[in-house]
């Protein structure tokens, strides 16, 4: 279904947009960050941080390394300030980086197995599933953010794929 070249791709471009996003995050005050703005996950703050939290639970299942505890109900509340977000979103953009960057097509076969607290069961798919899941989950919450940091003032780069710039 997808290649190594695929999830690297998507890895850099995941980079790439998490910086610009970035950028124009830290020149929001807080009041900006935190206000309710309808979103799933409420404000700016809430959702970087729900992605980072799903970014972190991901690549544990994905690499075997650290991930985290909270529950997804938590996840708004991954990081205290934006600054700590800031550093961990870096971090972890550069785990997916390096990760991406070892895969083989071997990597991408069989199944990934996690215990869902989401609905509290066992849960068993394949792996390059999962990955597009990953990536598309990535995609899915930026947009958010980005409509809502363009709607505070900000202005990040564009999204499209297609034109990527490299950092």
């Known amino acids: 279904m997808i290649s190594p070249a695929y999830a690297q791709q998507m890895a850099a471009y995941n980079t790439w947009q998490n910086n610009s996003l970035r950028r124009e ?3 929001l005050d807080e ?10 996950f409420g404000s700016i703050f809430g959702t970087l941080n729900h992605l980072l939290w799903g970014d972190m639970l991901w ?3 994905f690499d ?4 985290q505890n909270h529950v997804i109900a938590q996840s708004v509340a991954y990081a205290d300030t934006i600054g700590e977000w800031a550093a961990r979103r870096v971090a972890t953009d550069q785990r997916i980086v390096d990760w ?4 083989s097509a071997d990597d991408l076969t069989g199944d990934v197995r996690w215990f869902s607290g989401s609905i509290n069961a066992e ?4 792996r390059d599933m999962c990955v597009v899941h990953f990536f598309n989950h990535q995609t899915h919450h930026r947009g958010q953010i980005h409509a809502m940091v363009t709607a505070a ?14 950092d």
């Not at 009041?31 to 799933?40: E, V």
């Not at 991406?100 to 895969?103: E, F, N, S, Y």
């Not at 849960?123 to 394949?126: A, E, I, L, R």
């Open 25 to 27: 995050v830290l020149k």
């Open 31 to 40: 009041a900006a960050l935190t206000a309710d703005r309808g979103a799933f």
């Open 59 to 61: 690549m544990a299942r």
């Open 64 to 67: 075997g390394g650290e991930a």
């Open 100 to 103: 991406a960057a070892g895969l």
């Open 123 to 126: 849960v068993t798919k394949p």
């Open 153 to 166: 003032g900000g202005v990040p780069d564009a999204t499209d794929l297609v034109f990527m710039l490299k």
